[in-house]
């Protein structure tokens, strides 16, 4: 996983952040030690120990940071949304939240299943999942509206979290993916 880093001075937890979840995503969860994760960033296991306990330490301080937001952003929204366009403004937002954090989300993207990941964690993660979904419909949809809003909760996810497992147009970036994307989604909404 490459990303751009903010800052030469990054604190201590953050650099073990920033190594543990590239090392997440090359070796997976399970496929990390935490003797792994010292050795990259030159430590010693008890050095990496005084900044946290665990490697599921590790992961919920990579994760909790989006999951907080993603908290605050479903007990910020309403029960159910009125229009397609409040609805769009959600869907929004949620997306962006999720790329404004990528390092979270690229560590969310090892796998399909996640049956890996720490039960506190997966049940905050299929809560999410579940409410996201709600709310992508409107009341009184039929059978076929929810399957569609479904559906575009799942494009919404491949695009943003399971990107490197998707097609790719040969020369376009993905801020344009991103916008043709988010015109069918708008598109769809409103059928």
């Not at 299929?126 to 494009?155: C, F, N, Y």
């Not at 399971?162 to 708008?186: A, L």
């Amino acid at each position: 996983m490459k990303r751009k880093r903010t800052s030469g001075n990054l604190s201590t937890r953050e650099k073990i952040l920033d190594i543990a979840a590239d090392l997440f995503v090359e070796h997976g969860y399970p496929g990390t030690p935490l003797s792994l994760i010292a050795s990259r960033l030159e430590f010693t296991k008890a050095a990496l120990y005084y900044h946290f306990k665990s490697k599921a330490d590790i992961l919920s301080g990579i994760l909790d940071p989006l999951l907080d937001e993603v908290d605050t952003l479903l007990a910020d929204t309403p029960e159910r949304f009125p229009n397609a366009d409040e609805r769009w403004k959600f869907l929004f937002a949620y997306s962006e939240l999720l790329l404004s954090n990528a390092r979270a989300v690229a560590v969310l993207s090892i796998g399909a299943n996640q049956a890996w990941m720490p039960e506190e964690i997966l049940t905050r993660i299929q809560w999410h999942r579940k409410r996201t979904i709600e709310l992508a419909m409107l009341p009184g949809m039929s059978d076929e509206e929810q399957v569609r809003a479904i559906l575009l909760m799942d494009v919404m996810h491949r695009e943003i979290v399971f990107e490197k497992d998707r097609s790719v147009v040969q020369g376009m970036t993905p801020e344009r993916r991103r916008e043709i994307v988010y015109g069918f989604v708008r598109e769809s909404l409103e059928a």
